[in-house]
């Protein structure tokens, strides 16, 4: 039974990172089509894209009352993606170039918006008041992010060539943005439906092995979610674009510790029940950042033994885990 659960969980999450793509590619055809390249679409493509499907799952299981789920998938997400997407990506590359001070600006403020959460869930919990803490984290990002792109807009709205632009296109093209509005619906009820059943499914896992279901999100779910973060990690360094790699890293953790735990506890409210693997994974996650920092830190590129001890470290958080289970 156990088997059919982790096959079912397997091939739900695959339709989770399909829909999440549906998704991306009607809003980037919308933004396209009509001419609408407003931030709220470029932050929305460039900041969530690869966190889609822990955004869904952290709706969903708040929904369902098992907000743990959701935190512990980002925690585990971010600590796989510190450890087996950067670990994997350096063995296939055989190392990893690293330019520019903006992509280490970027990793500082990872590590502070990955420590937010934890040092907010101090007193037991995360209440609302703590998700509205981490949103605001979260625009404070995107606004700084994406400051010359608010300047570029406000433009066009104070001299009505944005609107005007927007009601000329569409006269030209409603059958074109109609059919990606309906991709866009279909996508995200997708990402719902398949989202809600891994919720559901991820419980039975849960009750079959006797374990918590923050245990289920920090080691599987994370599996799974993480995988966009893989793919376009391998054809960033395919490619020769280090800082693709490195800025969608660096990205993806800070949207999941703000945006997504956020919305997570303004929907329901998490209170942590075992509290000592709450910490473990905090602690493996501030240890992981650390490794990864110094390696990035001391020079130009992560080397392939580098790799190789990141991935190490994932491997002995996940075994960690069971021997703790």
Not at 245 to 269: C, H, Q
Request: charged letters at 10%; glycine letters at 6%; a positive charge.
């Amino acid at each position: 039974m156990i088997i059919l659960y982790l096959l079912t969980f397997f091939a739900l999450t695959f339709l989770l990172i399909k829909s999440a793509d549906f998704v991306l590619l009607s809003i980037r055809s919308l933004s396209r089509t009509t001419g609408a390249k407003t931030f709220v679409l470029s932050a929305l493509l460039l900041s969530t894209a690869t966190s889609l499907p822990e955004l869904f799952v952290a709706i969903t299981s708040s929904l369902n009352g098992v907000s743990s789920l959701s935190l512990g998938n980002v925690l585990g997400a971010n600590i796989t993606n510190l450890t087996l997407v950067v670990g994997l990506s350096g063995i296939i590359a055989g190392s990893v170039a690293i330019h520019g001070e903006i992509i280490k600006k970027e990793v500082m403020m990872a590590i502070v918006a990955g420590m937010i959460p934890i040092l907010l869930s101090i007193d037991g919990n995360l209440d609302r008041i703590d998700g509205l803490i981490l949103l605001a984290v979260y625009v404070a990002y995107v606004t700084s992010f994406f400051k010359l792109r608010f300047i570029e807009i406000g433009t066009h709205f104070l001299t009505h060539k944005f609107i005007l632009r927007m009601i000329k296109n569409f006269k030209h093209v409603d059958q074109l943005v109609d059919k990606s509005l309906g991709r866009l619906f279909v996508g995200i009820a997708a990402l719902l439906f398949s989202a809600d059943m891994i919720v559901n499914l991820a419980k039975k896992v849960a009750e079959t092995l006797n374990l918590p279901v923050f245990i289920v999100g920090l080691i599987l779910l994370s599996l799974g979610t993480t995988l966009p973060e893989l793919a376009v990690s391998f054809r960033s360094i395919r490619t020769g674009q280090p800082g693709i790699f490195f800025g969608n890293l660096m990205g993806s953790i800070i949207v999941n510790s703000t945006l997504v735990i956020g919305i997570a506890v303004l929907i329901n409210p998490i209170t942590l029940v075992n509290v000592s693997t709450e910490v473990f994974s905090a602690v493996a996650f501030v240890l992981s950042f650390i490794l990864f920092w110094l390696f990035v830190r001391t020079k130009a590129h992560i080397e392939k033994w580098e790799a190789a001890l990141l991935l190490a470290v994932y491997v002995i958080f996940v075994g960690a885990q069971f021997v703790r289970i």
